[in-house]
């Protein structure tokens, strides 16, 4: 494979880049932007390494690439067919390495897009800009939550963001990511007083209080979910009472459920409802929430319109989408206002041994992504 893409995308695996170390990988990008003028700076907070990176000019419209340069680790590298950091590429086309599909593949793509968009058109409207962290499979606390504090506090204007994460399901382009649930966790401990089973009436068995609010909660319907969005869930993860002892009620419960929600509710919502529950049932009760990430949506719009244009241009395929998995940086950058979508290559081997990705798919996002910028911002 001779094309830019490809070489880039295998010089980037070759950076043993694990969480939060970015070895050479911003450099590398660095230096391929830098010689068509986009202003370059680097955030550099602990041993997380940022870049924020734009060309062209405020007036019109901005669309900022965003993405991460760090691994995971491989796990154990005698399970791997290849040696995971030198990047292979076998007979059927198909490249190996850690970081191949999350997500060094969709860095190079974006770089090489915006190489090929600049070239073409050195006086585009409008801004073509860069967010890339080496903190993002780890702590995700110095990386982009960061710097779109940053740029909040300078009143940067984005218009729309495409993260290039690994978005795609089954098949190359079948899935845009314009969203994802919020997760909130509550932890839980019911006071009781201890005491011997024989004398209950000396005790207060905080099992028994608790008994008809968890049937409450697991019977709540908390939203109905909307246009992109499931109905919120909640699940109980661990509950534990007890000393052990046959003969002796438990002077506490500890239980700690988590919700999934939609865009219908809030933390705040939700808290408020569970105290409401907990509080009708005569609780006596610790309650400490912690917040993972609030939703966000992008409603169907320019954004995703020429994304799921520009797929069924180059793929024939008529992607949908989709606010389900796990969180990601885009929760993060939703604070700044813009329209936020994930769009990239397939996600099936993502943190796995044999971690690989269709070179084709590579070549084939560099062209989206290049007709993405072609349709915001020459528009
Ligand atoms: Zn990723």
Same mark, same amino acid.
């Given at each position: 494979m001779t094309e830019p893409v490809i070489a880039l995308t295998k010089t980037l695996i070759a950076e043993k880049s694990i969480s939060p170390d970015d070895k050479n990988?911003?450099?590398?990008?660095?230096?391929?932007?830098?010689?068509?003028?986009?202003?370059? !700076?680097? *955030?550099?907070? $602990?041993? #997380? /390494?940022n870049l924020w990176a734009y060309h062209g000019e405020l007036a019109g419209?901005?669309? @900022?690439f965003a993405g991460h340069t760090? *691994?995971?680790p491989a796990g154990d590298e005698s399970k791997w067919n290849s040696p995971p950091f030198e990047p292979t590429i076998d007979k059927n086309g198909i490249l190996y390495g850690r970081g191949a599909a999350d997500m060094k593949s969709g860095v190079a793509a974006m770089v090489c897009a915006a190489e090929s968009f600049v070239k073409k058109y050195p006086d585009?409207?409008?801004?073509?800009?860069?967010?890339?962290?080496?903190?993002?499979?780890?702590?995700?606390?110095?990386?982009?939550? /960061?710097?779109?504090?940053l740029l909040i506090k300078r009143q940067e204007h984005?218009?729309?963001?495409? *993260? $290039?994460?690994?978005?795609?399901?089954? *098949? &190359?382009?079948?899935?845009?990511?314009?969203?994802?649930? $919020?997760?909130? #966790?509550? +932890?839980?401990?019911v006071h009781g007083i201890q005491g011997h089973v024989a004398y209950p009436h000396l005790a207060d068995n905080p099992v028994h209080r608790f008994a008809p609010a968890l049937n409450e909660l697991v019977a709540t319907v908390w939203d109905n979910g909307n246009q992109y969005f499931p109905q919120t869930t909640m699940q109980v993860a661990n509950i534990n009472g007890g000393t052990g002892a !046959?003969?002796?009620?438990? $002077? !506490?419960?500890?239980?700690?459920?988590?919700?999934?929600?939609?865009?219908?509710?809030?933390?705040? @919502?939700?808290?408020?409802?569970?105290d409401a529950i907990l509080q009708r049932h005569n609780l006596n009760?610790?309650? +400490?929430?912690?917040?993972?990430?609030?939703? &966000?949506? =992008?409603?169907?719009?320019?954004? #995703?319109?020429? =994304?799921?244009s520009a797929i069924k241009a180059f793929t024939k395929i008529d992607t949908k989408l989709s606010t389900s998995g796990g969180t990601s940086d885009g929760r993060f950058i939703a604070k700044l206002g813009c329209q936020?979508? !994930?769009f990239g290559v397939i996600n099936k081997t993502i943190h796995k041994v044999n971690e690989n990705v269709n070179c084709q798919d590579i070549i084939t996002l560099q062209a989206i992504y290049i007709d993405i910028l072609e349709k915001l911002l020459l528009a």
């Open positions: 990988c911003q450099q590398i990008i660095i230096e391929r932007l830098k010689p068509l003028g986009f202003v370059i !700076e680097e *955030v550099n907070i $602990g041993n #997380t /390494k419209k901005t669309l @900022m760090d *691994v995971v585009h409207a409008g801004r073509v800009a860069f967010l890339i962290t080496s903190d993002e499979e780890a702590d995700a606390s110095d990386g982009t939550v /960061k710097v779109v504090d984005i218009d729309y963001c495409i *993260v $290039g994460e690994p978005s795609s399901d089954s *098949v &190359f382009g079948d899935q845009i990511k314009n969203g994802r649930r $919020g997760s909130l #966790t509550a +932890n839980l401990v !046959e003969n002796v009620v438990p $002077g !506490e419960l500890s239980v700690q459920f988590n919700f999934r929600y939609s865009s219908e509710l809030t933390d705040e @919502m939700i808290k408020s409802k569970v009760y610790t309650l +400490n929430w912690r917040l993972s990430g609030q939703p &966000f949506l =992008t409603p169907q719009g320019e954004l #995703t319109d020429a =994304t799921a936020v979508i !994930e």
